[in-house]
């Protein structure tokens, strides 16, 4: 098992900044790529950004790219989301995932390609 919680959500202007936190817990030894998703209301779960074991393989949902930074401290079991010029549409509920079957290299897309998943936290952006 393993349990994620994540941290930092909170409400925000529009082109302000918040950084996420998620810490793991439990069997972290056996996670691979760590990631986050969003859910904004009335719309599906999203991919926003995940990487992989070894942390040199970063993907990004095109709508964040260039905004938003995911960064991973594996001897903390933390992974982070560094968000930056944040619009009214970035307004969600943000999950803190964790894949442990994939192997080191791979990083899933998709909301089935991850184990675990956290509680979330609402980032909220006004216009």
């Known amino acids: 098992q393993v349990q994620l919680v994540e941290s930092g959500g909170g409400l925000v202007q529009a082109g302000g900044s918040l950084r996420l936190s998620c810490a793991a817990s439990?069997?972290?030894?056996?996670?691979?790529?760590m990631g986050w998703f969003r859910q904004a209301p009335g719309k599906e779960r999203e991919f926003a950004a995940g990487?992989?074991?070894?942390?040199?393989?970063?993907y990004y949902a095109d709508s964040v790219k260039g905004r938003f930074t995911i960064t991973r401290d594996r001897a903390k079991n933390m992974v982070y989301l560094q968000m930056n010029s944040l619009k009214p549409e970035d307004t969600a509920v943000y999950y803190c995932?964790?894949?442990?079957?994939?192997?080191?290299?791979?990083?899933?897309?998709?909301?089935?390609?991850?184990?675990?998943w956290g509680q979330g936290t609402q980032v909220t952006v006004s216009s």
């Open positions: 439990g069997r972290t030894f056996s996670i691979y790529a």
């Open positions: 995932v964790a894949d442990l079957n994939r192997g080191r290299e791979r990083v899933g897309v998709s909301v089935n390609e991850y184990d675990y």
């Open positions: 990487l992989n074991w070894w942390g040199n393989g970063l």
